[in-house]
């Protein structure tokens, strides 16, 4: 694999990122792409990042960041320090935002998820088909983007709660070609076509967090040079997404390689969320760096 991602390089020294979330306990999906991410940089003589996503200020703790830390020296892994922590840099991704406003392409919207929820059943209920998102959610209603400048206007000024996002038809023929990316997470190296519009009109800042996942990941991979990002199958369609944004702002465009995911004995993919065993519990259990490293075959 070492060889492979070289020569998707033209003499550049590789950059690898692992970027959890520290809105709960790592599990073993988590210490498969920390691994994977740390052996490729170390294989291909290159570098190994940490970064810290730490946008939903909501739900991540610095208690939970220093888990991080400690789950991933148990793992006898190393990173460059200092690490990246996303909270430290709204300033960032507020100009990203900007750019993409002052593009004409992003729109601010006002509804609430339990809105949106309500109008789709409503319009579903009588036999419509709301397109939805890779991940099952349905598409943003088009009902903000027909808003007139001046009522726009009048709401941001009222100070009404509001989100920006992508207006992805006007962005996508903004750049009027087909995007691909190179995957390697097949075995091979295949050139694979983005399809954004699978996502419908995606979040770029919420009216509780300036930035969202895609915004701010696209513009860290860019800002650290990143150069192969290595992570579950479960971000394989948020790509596509990670792909226009950064045709849209001008980045670079790293090789991706999606690795498989883990699964608990029921063929669900473990999730902090539902409590999957964490790495913290199965050291408890008596289980070291090494038995790890055998559970996930690498
Ligand atoms: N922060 C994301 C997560 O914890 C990963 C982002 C990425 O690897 O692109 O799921």
């Not at 994977?36 to 996503?53: K, P, Q, T, V």
């Not at 498989?260 to 964490?278: Q, T, V």
Request: aromatic residues 6%; charged residues 25%.
């Amino acid at each position: 694999m070492a060889k492979k991602i070289m020569s998707l390089l033209s003499g550049q020294k590789p950059v690898f990122r692992f970027a959890p979330s520290p809105n709960g306990r790592l599990h073993l999906g988590h210490a498969l792409s920390a691994i994977l991410n740390h052996d490729m940089a170390g294989a291909s003589g290159g570098r190994f990042l940490l970064r810290i996503e730490d946008i939903d200020l909501t739900r991540c703790t610095t208690e939970l960041e220093q888990a991080i830390y400690d789950d991933l020296s148990w793992l006898n892994l190393d990173w460059e320090k200092p690490v990246r922590r996303q909270s430290e840099h709204f300033d960032d991704y507020r100009r990203g935002l900007e750019q993409l406003i002052e593009m004409g392409l992003a729109y601010p919207s006002f509804m609430s998820r339990a809105e949106v929820k309500g109008i789709v059943r409503d319009l579903e209920d009588v036999g419509q088909i709301c397109r939805r998102d890779p991940d099952g959610a349905p598409h943003y209603p088009a009902y903000d983007k027909q808003r007139s400048t001046r009522e726009v206007a009048a709401l941001l000024s009222s100070g009404r709660k509001h989100a920006w996002r992508l207006d992805m038809e006007k962005a996508i023929a903004h750049l009027h070609k087909p995007l691909t990316w190179e995957e390697t997470g097949k075995g091979s190296v295949v050139t694979t076509t983005a399809d954004p519009a699978a996502w419908g009109d995606v979040v770029l800042s919420r009216s509780d967090s300036p930035s969202s996942y895609h915004l701010s990941v696209v513009l860290d991979d860019a800002v650290q040079t990143v150069t192969h990002i290595v992570r579950g199958m479960d971000l394989y369609h948020a790509t596509s997404v990670h792909r226009l944004l950064q045709g849209l702002l001008g980045l670079p465009v790293p090789v991706y390689h999606h690795h498989r995911l883990i699964l608990d004995e029921d063929g669900r993919k473990l999730s902090k969320s539902e409590g999957s065993k964490s790495l913290e519990a199965l050291r408890k259990d008596g289980y070291h760096a090494s038995d790890i490293r055998g559970l996930l075959g690498v």
